[in-house]
């Protein structure tokens, strides 16, 4: 077999989500974290709620999933769920003002920044990359879409996380540090922005461990809710 039929072998396939209420799908073609956005997960964490500009990480666009039942990740004892509002951006945008940045966004999700907390650990402690602790597979659930005109007054929302039912995270989107189109512009100011992007805001406090068996639910109010189980 030649080089060029051994790449035919591998055909390549965008992730995709579905958009409430379209038959139409969102095309993921990048996915951007902003990490400690919420002052109480800040201090948790071991860090100063500070307005220091925000920094970010990123994910696999194919991180994401909508299953509903997932295999408990590898080479991990202390996996973390961190529940997320997830923007979802529609167009192209760079060194956008905060202003400017309220029009390229698209809609809204909410997610999981799934964590292999073990393996950060480590990555934090020898100053090495976060990537096998955030960017394995199956990393990132994320809800369907919810287009933002059919979203009314988002800052007011409650974001919470359920495991088997008992309340771990809970907080206000007006909660966090920097504000939605706040983290829109810093993050445009280093990178150009695209549809396609997804933004994951930070998540509040109340990060712990969860275990085979275990079940999530994540709820975002007025955007959705995401339940899935691991075994």
Same mark, same amino acid.
């Given at each position: 077999?030649?080089?060029?039929?051994?790449?035919?072998?591998?055909?390549?396939?965008?992730?995709?989500?579905?958009? #409430?209420?379209?038959?139409?799908?969102?095309?993921?073609?990048?996915?951007?974290?902003?990490?400690?956005?919420?002052?109480?997960?800040?201090? #948790?964490?071991?860090?100063?709620?500070?307005?220091?500009?925000?920094?970010?990480?990123?994910?696999?666009?194919?991180?994401?999933?909508?299953?509903?039942?997932?295999?408990?990740?590898?080479?991990?004892?202390?996996?973390?769920?961190?529940?997320?509002?997830?923007?979802?951006?529609?167009?192209?945008?760079?060194?956008?003002?905060?202003?400017?940045? #309220?029009?390229?966004?698209?809609?809204?999700?909410?997610?999981?920044?799934?964590?292999?907390?073990?393996?950060?650990?480590?990555?934090?402690?020898?100053?090495?990359?976060?990537?096998?602790?955030?960017?394995?597979?199956?990393?990132?659930?994320?809800?369907?879409?919810?287009?933002?005109?059919?979203?009314?007054?988002?800052?007011?929302?409650?974001?919470?996380?359920?495991?088997?039912?008992?309340?771990?995270?809970?907080?206000?989107?007006?909660?966090?540090?920097?504000?939605?189109?706040?983290?829109?512009?810093?993050?445009?100011?280093?990178?150009?922005?695209?549809?396609?992007?997804?933004?994951?805001?930070?998540?509040?406090?109340?990060?712990?461990?969860?275990?085979?068996?275990?079940?999530? #639910?994540?709820?975002?109010?007025?955007?959705?809710?995401?339940?899935?189980?691991?075994?």
């Amino acid at each position: 077999m030649s080089v060029q039929d051994k790449r035919l072998a591998f055909p390549l396939s965008v992730p995709t989500l579905p958009i #409430e209420g379209h038959t139409e799908l969102f095309p993921v073609r990048r996915i951007w974290c902003v990490g400690q956005n919420y002052a109480a997960h800040s201090r #948790e964490m071991g860090s100063n709620p500070d307005r220091d500009p925000p920094f970010f990480f990123s994910k696999p666009a194919d991180a994401v999933t909508q299953a509903e039942t997932l295999a408990f990740p590898s080479q991990t004892d202390n996996l973390h769920p961190e529940v997320e509002l997830v923007v979802a951006i529609g167009a192209k945008g760079t060194n956008l003002t905060p202003a400017d940045a #309220e029009h390229i966004i698209y809609g809204y999700a909410v997610g999981l920044d799934m964590t292999r907390r073990d393996i950060q650990a480590i990555a934090k402690k020898t100053g090495r990359p976060w990537s096998l602790a955030k960017g394995f597979d199956e990393s990132c659930p994320i809800s369907s879409i919810r287009q933002k005109s059919d979203v009314p007054n988002i800052a007011n929302s409650e974001i919470t996380l359920k495991v088997n039912g008992e309340t771990r995270q809970s907080g206000k989107i007006s909660d966090m540090i920097w504000s939605i189109p706040e983290i829109i512009s810093y993050l445009s100011k280093s990178v150009t922005l695209s549809a396609g992007d997804l933004i994951m805001t930070g998540t509040p406090a109340g990060v712990s461990r969860i275990v085979s068996g275990d079940k999530l #639910e994540a709820c975002c109010e007025n955007i959705g809710t995401l339940t899935l189980f691991y075994q």
